[in-house]
């Protein structure tokens, strides 16, 4: 049902959209803000005030004179508060304290491996309060990344195979124990979020990111907002079977996309190819073809080596059909390719570009923009960041 | 940039609330409107006032006393209004008069073939001008659905293939012509539109229509609006390659999804199959395998014949291999299908569904709805109705 606005809802909106305008420009004057906003310099002035009492916000010089009175400029300070950012990523932790601009001052990876549900939760509680020291700022709050399915309104791991947790409150745990606003989600979506937010030009409200590594997920943009689906699971492309009779996948079923073209597939693939083909640069590159990790491949890949590059057009090539299928149902003219494989770079994207080509209406392949992230493993740290500047101060 | 809201805005917002208001339920007071939205007595009545004068309402009796003075109860008039509603297939166009409840009152149907683009425009203000001489009551609007790139905020035929519409200002042309609103959209756009309209549960905000008729289309209803998409294109997934080395489509690519499963496609594979098995039921339906139209083959379906079983599950498999990636790309959990071909009914149906387990996360393939649509063939026009209505009205 729509609902009327309320006079409480009006004064955080204008609080917000003060702010937004501020954090958005190098540096404004109440007065610029009262234009840009339609506000009142009444209002602009008493939230200003309360800004800069919370150090939100500081006062910068003067705007050059044009004839009057210079106007005093405003601006964000950018470190007036510490966020926490953490991707429980499938091979490591990683988590970083950042600050409002995303840019990040401390960084922590943990490699993590055979471990059960209460020891992952063990470990992000302590990856946390390493965290935690190292942040010199009041803290606005704590922001994960993670595969699976993540509820981000109740902050519940629904279901992440990988860090065995089933319907686990870790949002209610974390604030708990930490007195922090928590926001958990997606890793691929959020990653998607750093994008739209840090990278993507302003003009532009609508980003798939596809996140290949040891996974393979998506994450979707669409006016500006993440979109999560009816159970938090938009952009699970990585389990559409692609392979009939193909292997069988993490998720029960069989030729799964992901079992073709993640991280870990492609080793695999990679080790076998080292075995059947010993003149392979991957030979000259790894003791032996069980040591051969993604490392590797990439460097087999910079040589030139043609069954390495074969196969990278092969991922291309399945990785383009899906995009194609992605393209062809929402019309979303920027595609980011992200996460570890995204260093296969260009050959990647022009084998995906070939394929959503062929397997797209021309009038909307002609307008899709097919490219790799720039953010590299920061990006779900970056993403969780963002979610945080978004729904704690609505600057993103 | 998020906008301060005006008081013209704020007074057009509260009128509109409150019609949504009484069109939602059978009979409502003014005290039950003012409950309801919030908004004050005077405002009610100042607007449903207004809504009397205009026809658009009337009072329609008492509620049960309950103590006080009874309340005088309001309804909409359905007929208040009428719109015209134009889907403009391939293989005929339909118009209708419908009123505000999505009620069609007058239908016309016009067999089209090998028009080209300035005899199909002549033949949509000939069928215009009929509907409007069938039309008593004051007309609130034209819509009109194509198959094609369609721009709905500019009322533009951006690209339509069977038409031979290109970059055609079809809205302004009209709008000049008849001195109404116009409104154009893409056809399965606009089905997915009515079917949220008109037939599905109010808690559902998510919805992915898929039609299924002489061309493959989908709409895209999240959030309660019709997704369009970057270039308007949202949903063209008939154009995704699912044969390498495939038929030519009319796209110009290779081996698209409508050059196998579109009821074009459907009748020349029943054409082969007639000529092929002389013992098949189709040939028992038909004077010659030339003669095999949709028709018969729903015949043939319906009286079990194995040859046409197997077409029609072999249509659900591909389709069902489509629905997989949706499914796993936004996670929506209401698929309805519709057009023509949703007449193979519940065979269809589990094909499909056979195909959307199989190829998507469990997780996510246990959720979803996957149902034929009991819009039949108005489900276009019901749609150009809903977008007036909600453009025009905002009642829906």
């Keep these: ?91 490591e932790f990683r988590g970083a304290v950042v600050d409002l601009r995303g840019n990040i001052l401390h960084r922590i990876h943990w490699p993590v491996q055979d471990r059960d549900g209460d020891l992952a939760l063990a470990l992000v509680y302590k990856l946390i309060e390493q965290l935690l020291s190292l942040a010199d700022r009041p803290i606005l709050g704590i922001g994960i990344g993670a595969p699976g399915l993540m509820d981000p309104y109740q902050g519940a791991a629904l279901n992440a195979v990988n860090l065995d947790w089933h319907a686990l409150p870790l949002g209610d745990m974390l604030r708990e124990q930490f007195k922090l606003p928590i926001y958990i989600a997606n890793d691929s979506q959020l990653a998607a979020l750093a994008e739209y937010t840090f990278t993507t030009q302003k003009n532009i409200t609508n980003l798939i990111l596809i996140n290949l590594s040891q996974g393979v997920g998506a994450g979707i943009v669409l006016g500006g907002k993440l979109f999560y689906g009816d159970n938090f699971g938009a952009g699970e492309i990585g389990h559409v079977r692609v392979m009939d009779g193909g292997e069988r996948c993490r998720c029960g079923n069989h030729g799964c996309l992901e079992t073709l073209i993640s991280s870990r597939a492609l080793v695999k693939r990679a080790r076998d190819i080292a075995r059947q083909y010993p003149q392979t640069i991957l030979n000259q590159l790894s003791l032996s073809p069980d040591a051969i990790d993604p490392e590797i491949i990439f460097q087999a890949c910079e040589a030139g080596d043609a069954a390495v590059l074969a ?33 296969f770079g260009d050959r990647l994207i022009q084998a995906v570009k070939r394929q959503v080509d062929q397997g797209t209406l021309p009038a909307l392949a002609r307008e899709t923009h097919i490219i790799a992230s720039d953010l590299g493993e920061d990006m779900v740290i970056l993403g969780a960041a963002s979610l945080l500047l978004g729904q704690e101060m609505g600057v993103v």
């Design 1 to 91: 049902m729509i609902k009327k606005t309320t006079q409480e809802d009006s004064k955080i909106h204008n609080s917000r959209l003060i702010l937004k305008t501020i954090y958005d420009h190098h540096s404004i004057s109440r007065v610029g803000i009262s234009r840009l906003t339609g506000l009142t310099r009444t209002t602009v002035s008493e939230n200003v005030n309360q800004f800069i009492k919370e150090s939100l916000v500081i006062e910068t010089g003067t705007s050059p004179s044009s004839g009057g009175k210079p106007a005093i400029l405003l601006r964000v300070v950018d470190d007036a508060r510490h966020l926490i950012g953490i991707d429980l990523a499938s091979s």
């Design 311 to 343: 196969m990278v057009d092969e991922v291309g090539r399945y990785l383009g059909s899906a995009i194609a299928y992605l393209v062809s149902a929402l019309n979303v003219n920027q595609i980011v390719i992200g996460g570890s494989l995204a260093r």
